[in-house]
């Protein structure tokens, strides 16, 4: 059984500091369409690595978070089956949805700065899946916020989430405080990699927004911010239903050379179309047919189509050993701190404590 209290020294401070340091900032682009009933939520990963894996997470399962460091860690079971996107293995998802059309995607926001406090505490992935775990709608999400905390693994991030209902929120950590924005207070379902409060006042000064700039081309985030966000307003006055093309085509329109997954969450209909970089042919997952009683199982991302199979620890290490050296390769980590992250993702997986 896991130690709840882990006193051994924090070496992951060190890793953070290496990884901000070192690493160029992940962009992505997050934003949801709606028209005529339709909801589609839009993901791009901006990223220089491209591994993962596609993962379908079962139902009962018992749960226990990742930590490095001091505190006790979040436990949990697993009520919803989810298909989720990973890079870091089965259990740290980048994204996901459940089988209750609950959508949660991050972000890399490195200004982060999580509350701290007594309650038990997760990951910055594990956080999602925590919440594709447990819950079935935003509200539901949103309840978590004082009495979950998080500790961030490798990047500080912020959230959209949205269900089928087509609720939105985004979730950002600001001077240690939870900062939720929506109904009325988010003006545009979009998120980039700028907080929503700076990317707002750049939304305000661009035309159809209040302002006269025109709308830029470039890969800053405030800048992919405003393109999302003219396409998605836009589209709303069109006489035409929203369809999973013209979410792709947002997509492109923000995308960059390395953009290694397109990603439509469809949470009403229950399917996930997806794209990658290395294969631009859409795959597409369809949730009913998804038996989440099963033994978990895993696929290539970039298999066509995707080839499900039952997750191994053989499997699990070869990708974090793949990520990881791609990850030394770029100088996003000191090989040596490359190696305690491997180390303490695959002694989760099979139970240990790293």
Not at 12 to 33: D, E, G, K, Q, S
Not at 154 to 164: F, G, S, T
Not at 263 to 272: E, H, L, Q, T
Request: net charge neutral; with cysteine; hydrophobic share 40%.
């Amino acid at each position: 059984m896991q130690d709840p209290v882990d006193h051994s020294p924090p070496r992951m401070l060190v890793v953070w500091l290496v990884f901000m340091l070192a690493a160029p900032l992940a962009a992505c682009t997050v934003l949801v369409l709606q028209r005529g009933g339709n909801v589609y939520v839009a993901k791009n990963l901006d990223w220089p690595v491209g591994e993962g894996v596609i993962v379908i997470n079962r139902r009962g399962q018992e749960k226990t978070a990742l930590l490095t460091g001091p505190g006790q860690p979040l436990a949990w079971d697993s009520h919803y089956g989810s298909v989720t996107f990973n890079m870091f293995g089965p259990g740290f998802p980048l994204g996901g949805m459940n089988e209750k059309g609950l959508v949660i995607e991050e972000a890399n926001y490195s200004p982060s700065r999580y509350p701290q406090g007594p309650g038990p505490v997760v990951n910055e992935f594990q956080w999602i899946q925590y919440h594709l775990d447990t819950c079935a709608d935003v509200g539901q999400v949103l309840t978590s916020l004082k009495r979950i905390m998080i500790v961030p693994i490798l990047a500080r991030v912020h959230y959209l989430i949205c269900d089928d209902a087509g609720r939105v929120a985004v979730v950002e950590f600001i001077a240690g405080k939870a900062r939720v924005y929506t109904g009325d207070d988010l003006v545009v379902p979009v998120m980039t990699n700028t907080n929503y409060a700076n990317s707002l006042k750049s939304l305000s000064i661009h035309q159809g927004f209040g302002g006269i700039r025109n709308v830029g081309g470039g890969p800053e985030s405030p800048e992919r911010f405003v393109r999302a966000a003219t396409w998605v307003r836009g589209l709303q006055t069109l006489p035409v239903d929203a369809t999973p093309e013209r979410a792709f085509h947002i997509l492109d329109v923000v995308a960059q050379q390395d953009t290694q997954w397109r990603i439509i969450y469809d949470p009403v209909y229950m399917k996930i179309r997806f794209r990658t970089l290395s294969d631009p042919e859409t795959r597409t997952i369809h949730m009913q047919a998804v038996d989440f009683n099963g033994p978990g199982a895993a696929g290539d991302i970039h298999a066509v189509p995707p080839r499900f199979q039952p997750i191994t620890s053989a499997a699990n290490a070869e990708l974090l050993q793949r990520v990881f050296d791609r990850m030394v390769r770029l100088k996003v980590v000191a090989p040596k701190e490359a190696a305690f992250l491997l180390e303490s993702f695959i002694a989760h997986a099979r139970g240990e404590r790293p």
